[in-house]
């Protein structure tokens, strides 16, 4: 059974970073693209940011360019999104996910129950 589950969401001041972490188990996702998408209230889910799981290349949405890193550990199956200068925008729940289509794909087949993020201003 394929299982992705966040964690390290918070309550946290504009300025902050957090490190939010997605534990993959139950298959080998080594040929599958990784993301993190993200959900505010009242608002539609929006892709944050993509990582090939082999080859490591990137993709994220402008808004959080040069404050967000998404990155991997192939030995622990853990992927993170490390977030800096956090804004009261980033609130959201965020959500990783797994898909086997290109990077630029907004197509998933496997989803996280996500983590809530909270930025006060």
């Given amino acids: 059974q394929?299982?992705?589950?966040?964690?390290?969401?918070?309550l946290v001041q504009a300025g902050d970073s957090l490190r939010l972490s997605c534990v993959v188990s139950g298959r080998t996702f080594s040929s599958y693209k990784m993301g993190w998408f993200?959900?505010?209230?009242?608002?539609?889910?929006?892709?944050?940011a993509a990582m090939q799981w082999r080859g490591g290349?990137?993709?994220?949405?402008?808004?959080?360019?040069?404050?967000?890193?998404?990155?991997?550990?192939?030995?622990?199956?853990?992927v993170y999104l490390q977030m800096n200068s956090l804004k009261p925008e980033d609130t959201a729940v965020y959500y990783?996910?797994?898909?086997s289509r290109g990077?630029?794909?907004l197509s998933?087949?496997?989803?996280?129950?996500?983590?809530?993020?909270?930025?006060s201003s």
Wanted: with cysteine; hydrophobic share 30%.
């Fill in 2 to 10: 394929v299982q992705l589950v966040e964690s390290g969401g918070g």
């Fill in 38 to 48: 993200r959900q505010a209230p009242g608002k539609e889910r929006e892709f944050v």
């Fill in 57 to 78: 290349q990137t993709l994220y949405i402008d808004s959080v360019k040069g404050r967000f890193t998404i990155s991997r550990d192939n030995a622990k199956n853990i």
């Fill in 96 to 99: 990783c996910a797994a898909g």
């Fill in 103 to 105: 990077l630029s794909s």
């Fill in 108 to 119: 998933y087949d496997y989803w996280g129950q996500g983590t809530q993020v909270t930025v």
